[in-house]
């Protein structure tokens, strides 16, 4: 993302904007990571969905770096990529503190099918976790 920020005020002969939202940026992730540095760091399994499946969102995903730089700890320690697919019950071994769904694209749909997974899918009933709906632009 930093790298298109920067690629973007180039092209566009608007690097002193570019630099400022950047900093903006780091800035504000610095004091984020200030105050959770000593907090006990729970455990995210976050949901990538799309119209119709959904895949995991590892810690080199966008999204999983942002977990990770707010405390917390991937429940899917995969690298080397940035979204996998998994089956319920791997992921029910991971046993999250926090489960993340997040809709790309077509969100009505998205959310529709994540209502309708988390409703039948009986797996999800073993899960411990505190399931949320991030409010994220990406």
Do not use: C
């Not at 930093?2 to 566009?12: P, Q, R």
């Amino acid at each position: 993302m930093n790298e298109s920020i920067l690629v973007l005020g180039e092209k566009y002969d608007r690097m002193e904007q570019a630099e400022k939202i950047l900093n903006n940026f780091e800035d504000k992730m610095a004091e984020i990571e200030e105050k959770v540095k000593d907090k006990e760091p729970p455990t995210v399994l976050i949901l990538f969905g799309v119209p119709v499946s959904y895949l995991v969102a590892t810690e080199d995903s966008y999204v999983g770096d942002l977990v990770r730089r707010a405390g917390g700890v991937n429940a899917v320690p995969d690298k080397g990529v940035e979204y996998i697919a998994s089956n319920t019950e791997n992921l029910r071994q991971s046993n999250p503190d926090i489960i993340l769904k997040m809709a790309h694209g077509m969100p009505e749909e998205v959310v529709e099918m994540f209502d309708k997974e988390f409703k039948e899918n009986d797996i999800w009933k073993h899960f411990q976790s505190r399931t949320r709906w991030p409010r994220l632009s990406l």
